[in-house]
């Protein structure tokens, strides 16, 4: 018999809608992994460590080329001076970090506080932890906002004596918001205030849409000694498969994090741990390519979307589409219903947003939907052309 840590937890929406997906012949815009591989230098430098014989286990904290690769990177991005010794663990991608980072630090009854619509695993590993979540919400685009944004009060409410952790996601998903300067030092002051950690989630930290701008919170004045930073190669370099993350930080709060990497995969996969501290000394121009392919492709499907009748928002960064339905949902259609009749009808799926969010406020998705760009132009197209009969 399952226990009651995992009883409450079922098949994932994602898998329901690939699912579904393949059922139904249809254009997945679904799950958020690229249909296309990264560099080629990337992958033979994973082949040539492969051959190399670099295949037993690697150092649990990450290997060393690695550890220094990351070092290195978060000084040329960021300005930022990390120890490669003490202040990197290298985990099994970033899903590894964030329920490595929960376990180290949370107690039961310690409060976490969550931006919603949240990364799955957030409330997951919160739930395991025997933690209580705190939820603030993000509101969608309006009349007197441009981005995504949260009312400061309710942040404020959100904290108390028992607040452990805050989760920051930025860039955002689902949404694709981009944190400001001054939202952050709005998050971090109340995390100082209340004694707790700033967990940033940095994964989509390469995917950022001009003018918005992506910042490290870590390296804002005053929020260095509290931030633990997590990020990923997946999706900087579209290998997902691979599953190299980290975290960075602090060097006592890395090392929390890493006794309990240490019970969780121990070490993670040594020749592709060479292969990316290959890849994030790649050149500038990689990364200037990375994000101007990216952008075609989110005005792509913007494009299509608006063509579909619906109403794509703003998109500062990640590989995800948010967009309202209020146009083509039957009365009393929730998100779930709404993409389910898109894959049956219109034969492109979607992910419902509401699985994003607590239960009391699922019904701000119901009239959204969310969207993956990161596919090729032909399967855009294709949704494209579908998208265009829509669900009706």
Known sequence: MESQRVAPFGTTVFAEFSRLAAQHGAVNLGQGFPDFDGPDEVKEAAIEAIRAGVNQYAISTG?????????????RFYGQLVDPDAQVVVTSGCTEAIFDAVMALVDPGDEVVLFEPFYDSY????Q???????????RAPDATHGAWWFDER?????????TRLVFLNTPHNPTGKVFTVEEIQAIGALARKHGAVLV??????????????????????????????LSSAGKSFSFTGWKIGWALGPAPLVKAVQKAHQWVTFATAAPFQAAIAKALALPD????GFVRDYQAKRDRLSLALKAGGL?????????????????HRKPGEDDVGFCRRLVTEAGVAAIPPSVFYSPGHAPSAHGLARFAFCKTDSVLDAAASRLSKGAR
Not at 201 to 229: I, Q, W
Request: hydrophobic share 50%; with cysteine; charged share 20%.
């Open 311 to 327: 109403e794509p928002l703003t998109c500062e960064g990640t590989y995800f589409l948010m967009a309202r339905t209020d146009s």
């Open 63 to 75: 290997a060393i080329a690695l550890r220094r690769a990351i070092a290195a990177h978060a000084k």
């Open 154 to 162: 309710e942040l404020a409410a959100a904290f108390s004596a028992r």
């Open 128 to 138: 395991m932890a025997g933690g209580v979540p705190r939820f603030v919400e993000l």
């Open 123 to 126: 409330l997951a590993s919160v």
């Open 285 to 288: 121009a990689y990364f200037q």
């Open 200 to 229: 940033s989630d940095e994964v989509y930290e390469h995917l950022v849409f001009g003018p918005a701008k992506h910042v490290r919170p870590a390296t804002l004045p005053g929020l260095g000694d509290l931030t633990l930073t």
